[in-house]
């Protein structure tokens, strides 16, 4: 094991899988001004400077992946996403189909989003399910330094087009990374952070972390939090989450996205479609605002689900039960 | 003229004769039915000198005008025909339809019907050529309209394959029309050529009607792409004879500047240089035609033929198989 920030294992990832394949090549505004020394051991053709123009870095990735490469576009904000739209969800994801399967697509789209930077909505924007919601894509949204590297390079060796998601705030936060290049996390599995037995607590990126300071404070009143960090948005590990419901019977979901049509939203479907028998409360839903990222340090943060809250909902949700124990203790 | 040179001059005559009949028969048999295809009658000459200037290692990019591309470059009148009514024996198994039509077999890939979605792919297609991947000295070549000029992805596109190098050649089949508005109505006259020229590209801009003319440009800016590596852009200028897509009744069209363009039919050119050189006869001419239009008849019974899709295959190849690649 390593210490290392997100940022580093980020770095790794790119450096281990230019080494182990050749089509492997990266291109976006500055990657080869910030990376140099990836510039230095694999060339300027593959670490490539583009101009500010998302739509052609994407497009051209597309082309480049449907012709025996394996591009990682870096592109920056995930707000900026937008402009890349076409190449992303019209070519990526549904040429591979409408081509019955001549094409393959094996790109990796990088981009930073969430608050803690004060940018403001045009920088920051988890607009991740828009992605989840376009057919041929996957999402990855991952929260440790260790998973960082893992599923960046799982992302890079995948055959489909992956977009990759990075909480900013956690950029710089550090976390023990498994030693070797083969050190790779599959797509698709979520992973249980905190095992506990009353209630289902599941999120992605940095809300991961405000889910286990909550189980923490609600340990302290006796109530077990199993805190579930999905990792992939897309293809969504339904098993994990639906494996928990049945054992909690309570479900608590934290994006810092907002609501509508959100993961949170999916979430909740899935368990009243397929744990409804199992469910002992409402599914709460603790969401961003359906408004944009303010710039301001107390408007971003105020627009951030906190463990206040996710201690709150759960206290209403298990209501009579924490009163039972509460007198069992005292008694 | 060699005898040779006489032969691909009929060649030529010949390839678009096909193109025309597969068109006419699609709108024949879309008559009063649901929307149909896009055609590109009237501009078969674009296709087959462009395409004629190729060779089996370079890569095309097209768009939903795609039909006379790939029937220039070789594509099954009857799997074209059969992926157009969307059965199984289609290039894309029916799942394309005619708007999106692409033939990794004959290095017809990645067709988008999203105006400039050609473009934006072309530089990364013939990034992955100057990287190494396919054969050694390919070069791709994307056909778009004066509509696609009118996107934004048109400068960024031409500005990455000038500025990394890239060995593309640029294909602007200017046809007047951006689906139901007239290109006076967009841009100004001679934009397309001097947008591409102030990208630092060379221009070559050509009589897209006239098939000989328009081959003998590409034939140049191909040779030149594979000299120095290097991007060209040849804008042809043509006219989409029939309307955006099937059926159009083309009441928005001016009868006087449709009946021109009428009176320059590629095909019809192309057929009156060959008859006035003594390389073909009334009869000839009329039983190219014929065959055309057999081979074309034949192509229809194969598609009506081909099975529909499983049901059940709804979601197949919306995902790649891991493992396959990696």
């Known amino acids: ?55 052609i870095i994407a497009g051209t990735a597309v082309g480049a992946a449907a012709s025996g490469l394996r591009p990682v576009v870096d592109l920056l904000f995930a707000p900026f996403l937008t402009y890349a739209m076409d190449a992303l969800v019209n070519s990526a994801g549904k040429l591979r189909y409408l081509s019955g399967g001549q094409f393959d697509f094996p790109l990796v789209a990088l981009s930073m989003t969430g608050s803690g930077w004060c940018v403001g909505a045009q920088h920051n924007h988890n607009l991740e399910a828009m992605f989840v919601h376009a057919p041929g894509l996957k999402v990855v949204m991952p929260s440790t330094a260790a998973d960082f590297k893992g599923l960046l390079k799982a992302a890079i060796r995948d055959d489909n087009p992956v977009l990759f998601f ?53 340990q302290a009143q006796g109530i077990a939090a199993e805190v579930i960090d999905l990792r992939t948005l897309k293809p969504l590990d339904e098993t994990t989450v639906l494996r928990s419901l049945r054992k909690t019977g309570r479900l608590v979901v934290v994006t810092e996205a907002s609501g509508l049509c959100g993961m949170a939203a999916e979430l909740a479907a899935l368990a009243v479609t397929r744990a409804f028998d199992a469910l002992r409360a409402p599914v709460v839903r603790l969401t961003g605002p359906d408004a944009p990222g303010a710039s301001s340090w107390v408007l971003e943060q105020a627009a951030l689900p906190t463990a206040e809250a996710v201690v709150e909902a759960v206290q209403g949700m298990l209501g009579d039960a924490v009163v039972v124990r509460e007198a069992l203790a005292t008694t | 003229m060699s005898a040779v040179g006489m032969t691909d001059t009929l060649c030529r005559l010949e390839a678009m004769l096909l193109i025309r009949a597969y068109e006419e028969t699609l709108v024949e048999f879309q008559r009063g039915g649901a929307p149909g295809t896009c055609t590109s009658v009237g501009q078969e000459a674009c296709a087959v000198g462009v395409v004629g200037a190729l060779e089996s290692r370079d890569r095309i990019l097209t768009n ?24 199984v024996d289609g ?75 890239l060995p593309l050649l640029f294909v602007c089949e200017n046809n007047d029309w951006q689906a139901f508005v007239h290109r006076r109505e967009t841009m100004p006259d001679n934009a397309i050529a ?11 801009t050509v009589d897209g009607n006239d098939v000989e003319a328009v081959h003998a440009a590409a034939l140049e800016a191909v040779a030149a792409i594979r000299a120095d590596g290097r991007p060209r852009f040849l804008e042809l200028v043509t006219y989409r004879l029939r309307g955006h897509f099937e059926p159009d009744d083309q009441a928005y069209v001016d009868a006087d500047e449709l009946a021109r363009w009428q009176a320059r039919d590629p095909l019809q050119s192309q057929a009156d240089r060959l008859l006035a050189q003594g390389a073909l006869d009334a009869d000839e001419f009329a039983q190219l035609r014929e065959q ?8 229809m019974v194969f598609a009506q033929a081909s099975a529909w899709p499983d049901p059940r295959t709804l979601t197949h190849h919306v995902y790649a198989e891991q493992g396959a690649h990696s």
């Open chain 2, 194 to 204: 001097d947008w591409a020229a102030g990208h630092g590209l060379p221009v070559a």
């Open chain 2, 91 to 165: 290039y894309c198994g029916g799942r394309s339809g005619s708007l999106h039509i692409s033939a990794k077999e004959l290095g017809v890939v990645l067709t988008s019907t999203i105006v400039g979605g050609e473009l934006s792919m072309a530089p990364g297609v013939a990034l992955a050529q100057k990287m190494g991947q396919g054969e050694p000295g390919g070069i791709t070549t994307v056909f778009f309209g004066d509509g696609a000029a009118c996107e934004g992805i048109f400068h960024e596109s031409l500005n990455l394959a000038v500025q990394w190098q």
């Open chain 1, 166 to 218: 990075t909480d900013l705030a956690l950029l710089h936060q550090e976390g023990e990374v498994p030693d070797g290049a083969d050190h790779l996390v599959p797509l698709g599995q979520a992973v249980v952070r905190r095992v506990g037995a009353d209630v289902t607590l599941v999120s992605y990126a940095k809300t991961v972390g405000v889910c286990l300071q909550a189980a923490e404070q609600l």
């Open chain 2, 292 to 299: 055309a239009a057999a081979r074309i008849e034949a192509a």
């Open chain 1, 1 to 55: 094991m390593t210490r290392m920030t997100i940022e580093q294992a980020i770095h790794q990832a790119l450096a281990e899988e230019m080494r182990r394949d050749e089509r492997v090549f990266l291109m976006g505004e500055g990657v080869a001004t910030k990376r140099r020394d990836l510039m230095q051991d694999f060339g300027a053709a593959r670490v490539r400077n583009t101009p500010l123009a998302e739509a």
């Open chain 2, 64 to 87: 939903h005008r795609s039909a006379a591309h790939l029937i220039a470059r070789g594509a099954d009148p009857g799997r074209l025909m059969a992926e157009v009514l969307g059965r």
